[in-house]
């Protein structure tokens, strides 16, 4: 007969995150008794126009697709116990490279070479500012935490001056559009689903990241090694496995993985890079990390629940206020670090 200790480690997860966002969940709907609301008539009005509604789904699918990509550069660096909580700055560099580059490629162009070259060079720019902090942590031993937060906010400096000064149409605060054939496909245009919502194609490359990640680390040797120097580092390095290389590795990928998210903002849905164009998602990016244990495939879900709540939230702001549901994400984030603190200590 099984033990709580010898539980299935993956069945455990899924009933303390279960339990986590029921709890959360009924705590919301205290709140929201309390604001003189019928929760049950909020919520079902939520799932009607997420759930229920093409429209709302198309909507939910793309909100989805960003908060997947920035997950993954939480999640990836955190299986070496680096905390990057820069995504919002890669995810920033990546956007305004992927309209620049968007810009300059000729109309000519076949799309799937323009897009292809957008989307690179997104990630290109996004790897490469990761890469920086990753360098600053293994070369001179800055706290990477500290590195990303600065670099976030160095960032917003040189895309915001450059945006201002020098590649914004007069008068207004954003670039000129992307040349047509860069723009990514809605998922509308090419099925016929999710009516006039911004869900596009690039909902399939960030899915395909996040097997792609899944498989690297669980089902490769360098995902061996590299989950090998984030538990032992030590150990490790007495192995032959080369810590630092791989620290470098899991940044890189991480910072590629939130520029990535400037597909779906900018060559699916904006087609130009404005002021405030990634809204700050890079930051929510890391409670879907925390939600998801750091897990690629787990992102999936928890990115869909953070989708369900932003969008489900605006759908009933005339009712009550959006940020209750704000409430419910730092939640479930505390609950499920709580629960998984106490199954430690217990077990």
């Known amino acids: 007969m099984n033990n709580p200790t010898t539980m299935n480690r993956t069945t455990l997860r899924f009933f303390v995150t279960f339990l986590s966002l029921l709890t959360a969940g009924g705590i919301c709907a205290l709140l929201i008794a309390l604001a003189g609301r019928n929760p049950l008539i909020i919520f079902q009005k939520m799932f009607s126009a997420t759930l229920g509604s093409s429209y709302g789904m198309g909507q939910l699918i793309f909100k989805m697709t960003t908060l997947l990509l920035v997950g993954l550069a939480v999640a990836i660096p955190f299986r070496l116990r680096l905390f990057n909580i820069g995504g919002e700055g890669q995810l920033l560099l990546g956007a305004f490279t992927a309209a620049m580059t968007g810009t300059i490629l000729p109309e000519s162009i076949p799309p799937i070479a323009a897009i292809l070259l957008c989307t690179l060079a997104a990630m290109v720019a996004g790897a490469c500012w990761a890469l920086l902090a990753g360098v600053l942590k293994v070369q001179c031993g800055v706290n990477e935490v500290i590195g990303t937060i600065m670099l976030n906010f160095i960032a917003q400096a040189i895309t915001g001056y450059l945006l201002t000064y020098h590649f914004a149409i007069p008068s207004?605060?954003?670039?000129?559009?992307?040349?047509?054939?860069?723009?990514?496909?809605?998922?509308?245009?090419?099925?016929?689903?999710?009516?006039?919502?911004?869900?596009?194609?690039?909902?399939?490359?960030?899915?395909?990241?996040?097997?792609?990640?899944?498989?690297?680390?669980?089902?490769?040797?360098?995902?061996?090694?590299?989950?090998?120097?984030?538990?032992?580092?030590?150990?490790?390095?007495?192995?032959?496995?080369?810590?630092?290389?791989?620290?470098?590795?899991?940044?890189?990928?991480?910072?590629?993985?939130?520029?990535?998210?400037?597909?779906?903002?900018?060559?699916?849905?904006?087609?130009?890079?404005?002021?405030?164009?990634?809204?700050?998602?890079?930051?929510?990016?890391?409670?879907?990390?925390?939600?998801?244990?750091?897990?690629?495939?787990?992102?999936?879900?928890?990115?869909?629940?953070?989708?369900?709540?932003?969008?489900?939230?605006?759908?009933?702001?005339?009712?009550?206020?959006?940020?209750?549901?704000?409430?419910?994400?730092?939640?479930?984030?505390?609950?499920?670090?709580?629960?998984?603190?106490?199954?430690?200590?217990?077990?």
């Open 172 to 347: 207004t605060v954003h670039t000129s559009p992307i040349v047509k054939a860069a723009a990514i496909p809605t998922l509308y245009k090419v099925t016929g689903w999710f009516t006039n919502s911004p869900a596009n194609l690039s909902t399939l490359l960030a899915i395909s990241m996040a097997l792609l990640c899944w498989f690297l680390l669980f089902h490769s040797r360098f995902g061996y090694e590299m989950r090998a120097a984030g538990l032992q580092p030590d150990a490790a390095q007495y192995g032959g496995i080369n810590a630092k290389s791989h620290s470098l590795s899991a940044m890189g990928l991480g910072g590629a993985a939130a520029g990535l998210g400037a597909a779906n903002i900018i060559l699916g849905y904006k087609h130009y890079f404005e002021a405030g164009a990634t809204g700050g998602i890079g930051f929510t990016g890391i409670t879907v990390a925390l939600l998801a244990g750091a897990h690629p495939l787990w992102l999936i879900p928890s990115a869909l629940f953070f989708g369900f709540t932003e969008y489900g939230g605006l759908t009933v702001n005339a009712l009550i206020p959006k940020e209750i549901f704000m409430i419910i994400q730092a939640l479930a984030i505390i609950l499920v670090i709580s629960f998984s603190a106490l199954e430690k200590r217990f077990h």
